[in-house]
């Protein structure tokens, strides 16, 4: 579990592999590192395969390359790096799982003083996920949702998480890995099955 706040960037050093899956090695300034830890990566859940000097080794599953933007990320690209969430530490974003839902797209950016005002698409299944003054996880930064338009939504940026992360280079065309928020996930399902349970129970309470 993880919080959605950046504890360092890094980068991809080095990438080996097919599409059915890649290992990545990533810069990183932690340590010491412990075999098996996760680590999220663009807000993408990782598990530390060998430890290297200045990073660790991981592998992508095909299913991760297929759902997020690691698959195109290039050697020497950036990436925001954040590790688990410890007993004890403080919660200062949000609970974030690093399972990644779907990829966000940006539509526009304007500044707004020093901050950085963007709005992105969803894809259309995750836009009932996402509510003005909820929280989304984009490549792993923990934000706050200002407005919702069907499946498009505005997030503000302040200086600190321009200068800190990987998004202060945030551009339109620019594809996020996006992560809803896990009460807003179960809150919706829980709603779905009550509009099919009845549903079920009324046509099983019709047959002979």
């Not at 790096?81 to 797209?105: K, M, T, W």
């Not at 009550?194 to 079920?200: F, L, M, S």
Request: with cysteine; proline share 5%; aromatic share 4%.
């Amino acid at each position: 579990m993880f919080t959605g706040i950046v504890q360092a960037r890094g980068s991809i050093r080095e990438r080996t592999g097919s599409g059915d899956g890649h290992r990545l090695r990533i810069d990183a300034p932690f340590a010491p590192l412990s075999l098996g830890e996760s680590i999220a990566v663009n807000g993408v859940c990782l598990t530390v395969e060998r430890v290297v000097p200045d990073g660790f080794e991981a592998d992508v599953s095909a299913e991760t390359l297929r759902c997020t933007t690691l698959g195109g990320l290039a050697v020497g690209a950036a990436v925001n790096l954040e590790r688990a969430l410890a007993a004890g530490d403080r919660l200062g974003g949000h609970l974030v799982s690093g399972h990644v839902d779907g990829i966000a797209r940006v539509l526009t950016t304007e500044p707004v003083g020093n901050a950085l005002r963007a709005t992105l698409r969803a894809p259309g299944a995750l836009a009932p996920y996402i509510a003005p003054k909820g929280s989304v996880a984009l490549d792993g930064v923990s934000l706050t949702v200002n407005a919702v338009d069907g499946d498009t939504f505005g997030i503000m940026l302040i200086p600190h998480t321009l200068a800190v992360t990987t998004l202060g280079a945030l551009v339109p065309g620019l594809e996020l890995n996006l992560e809803v928020d896990l009460v807003a996930r179960y809150v919706v399902r829980w709603l779905e099955t009550q509009r099919t349970e009845p549903a079920a129970a009324e046509r099983e309470s019709s047959l002979p």
